[in-house]
């Protein structure tokens, strides 16, 4: 009788283990899990991750965390599009003492990774000396070849220039990523 309830109990203990062994290697081989969102916006499919959108643009991916229908309200030139496309170089500089450094710095590297893969160098910088061993870029740095990107805190979120310095101004952390987001979009032609 002993055993009997022994053969038994191993016999449950064996199908409990079978059955967490099993649904464990479901989830794993034919994902089951969680999926991620595919979003079409302007013409291109985005995919939503848990940290940023991806898209396949112009024959390469690019990330970013706005959608262009979710930035194409910040106000810009007209023509900014066709001073950032085919450009070898972007500059991109800010004020190191700005309220905003953490969300800028952010914009920067965040731009640097996705243009990167196009093949565009962007060349980050400081308006004034530091100890980062980063270049003073300036407005008198930009050329109509190498543009220079200042962003810089404003009451609120717009880009505009002078000359051929973009001046790209939030008013918020999101902001500064939204309007990286939008030039981002420019420069790859999604949106002008």
Known sequence: MKENKGKKRWGLILFIVFIMIGTSVSFVFLDFGPQNEIIKDTEIKFVRYPDHLEAKINGNYAAFSFL?????SIPVPSDISSRLQNKFEIDATYDFNSTYREAIALAHHQMELTLATYNIYFRKGFTTNTTFNLPVITCNDAT?????IFFKYSNSTNIHYQKDCIIAEAASNQDFIRIKDRLVYAIL????
């Open 144 to 148: 109509p070849n190498v543009p220079v």
């Open 189 to 192: 032609g999604v949106v002008k």
């Open 68 to 72: 262009p229908s979710e930035v194409e």
